[in-house]
């Protein structure tokens, strides 16, 4: 993926957050491309930091790993030091802090989407690779995004259930795979509360999609 022009790596996936009143919920497809290659079919791209944060990944492959890699081991020895859980806008400002350091050097082709709970509540967070930082309460990142917002725009409204979230994200990814071509593969959808972070089952996910 090194070699191809920024305009070829800079696009592609179909990733989305929602706020609800019981947790968040995030979802994916699983596409990865190179250019008009499709490159993997099933690609994990929702990431679990710690217990009670995620992080969706859209953009270089490479790039979102590391970061991943490097936002959980950071979260980690805070945990060790502080004997204490990290907030989700400290995560996420730590996050912003680590891309827009490097927005003159060599800069992260992400696009972040950092969700979780705390003490505090329930949080989403849009990272953007010029250390943006921002606060939604639904969100979608990616090629496919204007597809997905059609549904997020129509369907979403304050204090919907986890179950009428999981709903509209997957509708959501469903519509973006469906037009944009970067984005395909099938769906995972995630929900975070304050049990922790869960996969909703494929076959639930199937039957909201079909």
Same mark, same amino acid.
């Given at each position: 993926?090194?070699?191809?022009?920024?305009? %070829?790596?800079?696009?592609?996936?179909? &990733?989305?957050?929602?706020?609800?009143?019981?947790?968040? *919920? *995030?979802?994916?497809?699983?596409?990865?491309?190179?250019?008009?290659?499709?490159?993997?079919?099933?690609?994990?791209?929702?990431?679990?930091?710690?217990?009670? =944060?995620?992080? &969706?990944?859209?953009?270089?492959?490479?790039?979102?790993?590391?970061?991943?890699?490097?936002?959980? @081991?950071?979260?980690?020895?805070?945990?060790?030091?502080?004997?204490?859980?990290?907030?989700?806008?400290?995560?996420? #400002?730590?996050?912003?802090?680590?891309?827009?350091?490097?927005?003159?050097?060599?800069?992260?082709?992400?696009?972040?989407?950092?969700?979780?709970?705390?003490?505090?509540?329930?949080?989403?967070? #849009?990272?953007?690779?010029?250390? #943006?930082? =921002?606060?939604?309460?639904?969100?979608?990142? /990616?090629?496919?995004?204007?597809?997905?917002?059609?549904?997020?725009?129509?369907?979403?409204?304050?204090? +919907? #259930?986890?179950?009428?979230?999981?709903?509209? @994200?997957?509708?959501?990814?469903?519509?973006?795979?469906?037009?944009? +071509?970067?984005?395909?593969? /099938?769906?995972?959808?995630?929900?975070?509360?304050?049990?922790? =972070?869960?996969?909703?089952?494929?076959? %639930? =996910?199937?039957? +909201?999609?079909?």
């Amino acid at each position: 993926m090194d070699k191809l022009s920024k305009d %070829e790596i800079k696009h592609g996936t179909t &990733t989305v957050g929602i706020v609800t009143k019981e947790g968040v *919920v *995030v979802a994916a497809e699983k596409r990865a491309t190179m250019g008009y290659l499709i490159a993997h079919k099933a690609v994990t791209k929702v990431v679990q930091i710690t217990d009670r =944060i995620a992080m &969706t990944i859209a953009g270089m492959v490479g790039d979102a790993q590391m970061l991943s890699k490097y936002l959980k @081991a950071e979260l980690e020895l805070y945990e060790i030091r502080h004997n204490k859980k990290v907030t989700v806008k400290a995560a996420a #400002s730590l996050m912003a802090n680590i891309l827009y350091s490097n927005r003159f050097t060599v800069p992260f082709y992400v696009q972040l989407l950092l969700a979780g709970v705390d003490d505090e509540g329930y949080h989403l967070f #849009s990272l953007g690779p010029d250390g #943006s930082n =921002i606060s939604d309460k639904y969100i979608s990142t /990616g090629s496919g995004s204007v597809m997905a917002y059609g549904v997020l725009e129509d369907k979403f409204k304050d204090g +919907i #259930s986890l179950k009428e979230g999981v709903n509209i @994200a997957a509708r959501a990814i469903r519509a973006a795979m469906a037009r944009d +071509i970067a984005s395909g593969g /099938g769906v995972d959808v995630y929900t975070i509360t304050k049990k922790g =972070i869960s996969k909703v089952p494929k076959d %639930e =996910i199937e039957k +909201i999609i079909k």
